[in-house]
């Protein structure tokens, strides 16, 4: 299976202050069809989790351009270029490249 | 607006069945693939099953295979996932996420707001 690996686990920033989350896979994510499928997914306590972010760079609707995603191959990076109360929560990275789907373990986001 | 709706957790013994559903509303079900994921309480997201648009292609975590089953019925837009042989490990949080086409994976961009399974004597 391929390990998703994040860093740091806990996160807190001050607001108004870039973050930064690394999320590194144990295998290359590059598909066959040259596509690499790395999201990343933000869930703030007692909700969902909520896509923010596919194929390495690509905002979804509604995801504010404060939010990007970089990366490639096996090393990957969500930036957030400055945090706001509202982004609390845990961030998680996933591949669809290879099955089984993985998930990292998660980044835990405060206010500092 | 794409909304689905999870629906038929609840308290079950070691070893029972569980029949969830997730129905969904807002696009055209049959075009898109299926998953379903589940969180066990305070830890992370595990990958449960996919399906495909049509029902005819499906995978499985590990951990489920041989004791649950994903299906759809495309006329009545929903998803379902049964749940034999049911361990204390399953216990969790089961959310149903749409994928991003009829045979794409990994993708989930719209999840459902959960139903809780609890398994315990």
Known sequence: ?112 | EVQLLESGGGLVQPGGSLRLSCAASGFTFSSYAMSCVRQTPGKGLEWVASISGGGGSTYYADSVKGRFTISRDNSKNTLYLQMNSLRVEDTAVYYCAKEGASESYGGMGVWGQGTTVTVSS
């Open chain 1, 1 to 112: 299976d391929v390990v998703m690996t994040q860093s740091p686990l806990s996160l807190p920033v001050i607001l108004g202050q870039p973050a930064s989350i690394s999320c590194r896979s144990s295998q290359s994510l590059v598909f066959s069809d040259k596509n690499t499928y790395l999201s990343w997914f933000h869930q703030r306590p007692g909700q969902s989790p909520r896509r923010l972010i596919y194929k390495v760079s690509n905002r979804d609707s509604g995801v504010p351009d404060r939010f990007s995603g970089s990366g490639s191959v096996t090393d990957f990076t969500l930036k957030i270029s400055r945090v706001e109360a509202e982004d609390v929560g845990i961030y998680y990275c996933m591949q669809g490249t290879h099955w089984p789907l993985t998930f990292g373990q998660g980044t835990r986001l405060e206010i500092k």
